[in-house]
């Protein structure tokens, strides 16, 4: 009987190591300092938006002087992304950089994209859509069918839920003739179908090719592009912007960020802080001279000043955010065990061990226990002291309900 | 003597056991005549795009119908015995009374095992008939922790129901519910796939924690 006494302490630790901390962080928890950071093109340097906790008012301020805009003085430094604005109040210069802005043109090379490690690390569905590249019309329409890439490609009718075997084997072909080696380790696609036109997929096979497929009028397309050899990438994402300049942000084995350009498939390194594809996010706001890229995770935001013709970065900055390290919480437990992650839309196991101060926390939680056990007159057993020595509050609140 | 004892907790509960089939069986049907009208208002390829794409998840309405069977099959089976403190005739068979204790718990696992194949049988043969395997995997990835939340719910049961103080039955409870979040933690389809090992543990492990109610009971602790 004592087994499966102490098989239910035990069981109750594990569960109060999940449970106590994760409300312990629901009663605490912030969000993240949200400023937004752009590099100014008529300032040349980053200005940044936030709301001042204490005023509880919008803050417009230049990072390296510390001035302080007004609204319309804000718009003014940031023709490129309140050019709407500039427009509506007749204040858009006709130059920026000494080059003439065209309004089509701004619009076409400007974009904002926003990378999480949640879309990286997140179950999928392993079908695929594939869009008619060259419908000739100005709308995308939805395909009536989905292909899977296993050892071979195979499109799915969604009616009858039956393979179409024509199609397959035409697509299958290609891929021989390709020298494609299934299996796919990693299939892109952006299956949004409105976006403004379709590029199709990119697929690294399994000895690091990167390839891409499209379908143009109903026949297949497949080219295998030549990647810089240094390059695994362990993720790509289809980006179609309206300039047709890029296909998508491919991102590296070792935090290297390229750009896979429509300029005969060249691959073009992106200067980039040192960013972690799993933990950080990755935020680009681009315009045709410059793009302000932002890599944020708990502690910091980096953002660096990119030209836009070559991505070499000109500036930088950064913001610490305040440590949300909540001491006294580090200290009552001994270790946390946790199932979800900020980072992933998978349940993961986490078992966290915080600092060795913890025995110290745990030899008072022992003397709270021995205390009890005088006033209850109870015996004293080794058992019982051994686990609250190691599990401090969670030995000592099983132990108080389940020991007896 | 087992069988008697098998036979004994089919009399409990052979009318809920048959109530479920029927009521379980008809609620699954109404969830897919749900999924088969939207698919003749928007088309099965939207469909298919919404479950592929946009990560939608097509028998939400079956996420705590284990957990209620589970339920109420636990409460058919034990609270009975402890109703005028039944269990006592139970526990005074000539038969060690682990061996008493764990024929009415395994029943209440099997039947549960029994009722899942049945339930997750029939949403899958549905999902198979107009979707393809990696929609139909998706499908039972995400039902599989909740059809595992009924199986160790009607342990709990056995734990809480046992129990002859409310002092510690509350603090049963608790743990129970702590317990039976850990197979609601995300509603993301086919989240669990990395830790259904670790909550297929749980099962056995639990599976004990009755005998230390019964110990309990035969002290004859009081509130």
């Known amino acids: 009987m004592k087994k499966v006494k102490y098989l239910i302490i035990l069981i109750s630790i594990i569960v109060l190591s999940w449970v106590l901390p994760k409300s312990s962080q629901l009663m605490r928890d912030n969000a993240l300092p949200n400023n937004m950071v752009y590099y100014s093109s008529v300032e040349h340097s980053f200005v940044s938006l936030y709301r001042d906790s204490k005023k509880?008012?919008?803050?417009?301020?230049?990072?390296?002087?510390?001035?302080?805009?007004?609204?319309?003085?804000?718009?003014?430094?940031?023709?490129?992304?309140?050019?709407?604005?500039?427009?509506?109040?007749?204040?858009?210069?006709?130059?920026?950089?000494?080059?003439?802005?065209?309004?089509g043109d701004l619009q076409s090379k400007s974009f904002f994209y926003h990378m999480s490690p949640t879309k990286k690390n997140t179950p999928k569905i392993k079908l695929y859509t594939m869009f008619e590249s060259n419908s000739g019309r100005v709308r995308l329409k939805m395909p009536l069918d989905f292909f899977r890439l296993t050892n071979k490609i195979e499109f799915i009718n969604a009616e009858d839920n039956s393979v179409n075997i024509p199609k397959s084997e035409m697509f299958q072909n290609l891929f021989d003739i390709n020298d494609f080696k299934f299996p796919a380790v990693l299939i892109a696609t952006n299956p949004n179908p409105k976006k403004a036109y379709d590029e199709g997929s990119f697929i690294l096979d399994s000895e690091n090719h990167l390839f891409h497929l499209k379908m143009m009028n109903s026949k297949p397309f497949l080219k295998k592009i030549n990647m810089p050899k240094d390059l695994h990438p362990v993720y790509i994402s289809i980006l179609e912007p309206l300039d047709h300049s890029f296909y998508a942000f491919v991102y590296g084995k070792y935090g290297k960020v390229y750009q896979l350009t429509t300029d005969n498939y060249r691959f073009q390194?992106?200067?980039?802080?040192?960013?972690?594809?799993?933990?950080?996010?990755?935020?680009?706001?681009?315009?045709?001279?410059?793009?302000?890229?932002?890599?944020?995770?708990?502690?910091?935001?980096?953002?660096?000043?990119?030209?836009?013709?070559?991505?070499?970065?000109?500036?930088?900055?950064?913001?610490?955010?305040?440590g949300e390290y909540n001491h006294i919480e580090n200290y009552t437990f001994p270790f946390v065990l946790s199932f979800e992650s900020d980072y992933s839309n998978f349940l993961y196991p986490s078992f966290i061990i915080n600092s060795y101060i913890n025995i110290l926390v745990n030899l008072f939680f022992l003397l709270i226990f021995i205390v009890i056990l005088k006033i209850k007159k109870r015996e004293m057993a080794i058992v019982p002291i051994v686990l609250i020595l190691f599990t401090g509050i969670y030995g000592l609140i099983s132990i108080l309900i389940f020991e007896e | 003597m087992i069988w008697s004892l098998i036979y004994k907790e089919w009399k409990k509960t052979n009318y809920y056991i048959l109530s479920i089939l029927i009521v379980g069986l008809l609620f699954e049907a109404y969830l897919c005549l749900e999924i088969l009208r939207s698919v003749r208002m928007v088309g099965m390829p939207h469909v298919w795009d919404v479950i592929i794409n946009r990560n939608a998840f097509l028998f939400d309405g079956i996420k705590f119908f284990s957990l209620s069977i589970g339920v109420v099959l636990g409460l058919a089976q034990y609270l009975p015995e402890i109703k005028d403190k039944r269990i006592k005739l139970s526990l005074h068979l000539p038969l060690p009374e682990h061996k008493i204790i764990f024929t009415m718990v395994i029943y209440g696992q099997i039947v549960m095992i029994l009722f899942s194949f049945i339930f997750m049988g029939f949403i899958l043969l549905?999902?198979?008939?107009?979707?393809?395997?990696?929609?139909?995997?998706?499908?039972?990835?995400?039902?599989?922790?909740?059809?595992?939340?009924?199986?160790?719910?009607?342990?709990?049961?056995?734990?809480?129901?046992?129990?002859?103080?409310?002092?510690?039955?509350?603090?049963?409870?608790?743990?129970?519910?702590?317990?039976?979040?850990?197979?609601?933690?995300?509603?993301?389809?086919?989240?669990?796939?990395?830790?259904?090992?670790?909550?297929?543990?749980?099962?056995?492990?639990?599976?004990?924690?009755?005998?230390?109610?019964?110990?309990?009971?035969?002290?004859?602790?009081?509130?």
């Open chain 1, 56 to 103: 509880n008012n919008l803050v417009r301020k230049n990072s390296r002087s510390g001035k302080i805009y007004s609204n319309s003085e804000f718009d003014s430094i940031l023709p490129l992304l309140y050019y709407r604005q500039l427009v509506v109040d007749r204040k858009m210069p006709k130059e920026i950089c000494g080059k003439k802005i065209l309004l």
């Open chain 1, 269 to 322: 390194e992106i200067d980039c802080p040192k960013y972690d594809i799993n933990k950080d996010k990755l935020k680009i706001m681009a315009n045709p001279f410059f793009w302000t890229l932002s890599v944020i995770n708990k502690d910091t935001k980096i953002s660096y000043a990119l030209l836009a013709s070559n991505k070499k970065v000109i500036d930088k900055d950064t913001i610490n955010f305040k």
């Open chain 2, 126 to 223: 549905f999902t198979s008939f107009y979707f393809p395997c990696e929609i139909v995997t998706s499908v039972l990835l995400t039902i599989l922790p909740w059809f595992l939340s009924g199986i160790v719910v009607n342990n709990l049961l056995a734990w809480i129901c046992i129990e002859p103080t409310w002092k510690r039955r509350i603090f049963n409870i608790i743990l129970s519910f702590i317990i039976i979040n850990l197979f609601f933690i995300s509603d993301y389809p086919s989240s669990y796939v990395n830790i259904l090992i670790y909550i297929w543990i749980i099962i056995p492990l639990l599976i004990p924690s009755v005998l230390i109610s019964v110990y309990r009971f035969k002290e004859g602790k009081q509130d």
